[in-house]
T-cell receptor
């Protein structure tokens, strides 16, 4: 079955440590996105990538980094510079078209807790 | 600026009641898309519907229906005869220029 796999599902980190969240898709989608979800705040865009080796900052990119070396993979690193990293992180992807929007497909999310 | 507002933070209903989730959006563009997603307790957002700005026809899918009104910049979602399985957080979203803008979500509790 095609879909998006996020790992780990739960992650605990000590303050000052970097952590990388994995996102892999086998949908052959071009564009991939990382969102952060906090209670009552909906989804906020961290980074997105429309093609391999290219990515753009979203609304809350500070303290995060990404890479897009392969079409299938879009890992997110939460660095020690992120002041409040405890949150639920969602990865999504979609086919990129010139005309019209396409549906975002989401992974099951990764919940990061900083101890 | 693009913005999506879901003023209802949380709604509780008893099974079989009808419930409407409100969504108001802001955009200056004439071409855009609107979406509804469902997020069950498992966490994964599930796509429900997409509407483009040129199609104001209302849509019905089983117990779900959507009312799109450009005059009021609203895209409301109604569940008829709600069921416990409808309990989830529902997000409305706006898309244009390769970016999606999500509302803060409405948590729906359907009690047996």
């Amino acid at each position: 079955d095609g879909g998006i796999t996020q790992s780990p599902k739960y992650l605990f980190r000590k303050e000052g440590q970097n952590v990388t969240l994995s996102c892999e898709q086998n949908l052959n989608h071009d564009a991939m996105y990382w969102y952060r979800q906090d209670p009552g705040q909906g989804l906020r865009l961290i980074y997105y990538s429309q093609i391999v080796n290219d990515f753009q900052k979203g609304d809350i990119a500070e303290g995060y980094s990404v890479s897009r070396e392969k079409k299938e993979s879009f890992p997110l690193t939460v660095t020690s510079a992120q002041k409040n990293p405890t949150a639920f992180y969602l990865c999504a992807s979609r086919v990129r078209e010139e005309a019209g929007a396409n549906v975002l497909t989401f992974g099951a999310g990764s919940r990061l807790t900083v101890l | 600026a693009q913005k999506v507002t879901q003023a209802q933070t949380e709604i509780s209903v008893v099974e079989k009641e009808d419930v409407t989730l409100d969504c108001v959006y802001e955009t200056r563009d004439t071409t855009y898309y609107l979406f509804w997603y469902k997020q069950p307790p498992s966490g994964e957002l599930v796509f429900l519907i997409r509407r483009n700005s040129f199609d104001e026809q209302n849509e019905i899918s089983g117990r779900y229906s959507w009312n799109f009104q450009k005059s009021t910049s609203s895209f409301n979602f109604t569940i008829t005869a709600s069921q416990v399985v409808d309990s989830a957080v529902y997000f409305c979203a706006l898309y244009n220029f390769n970016k999606f803008y999500f509302g803060s979500g409405t948590k729906l509790n359907v009690k047996p």
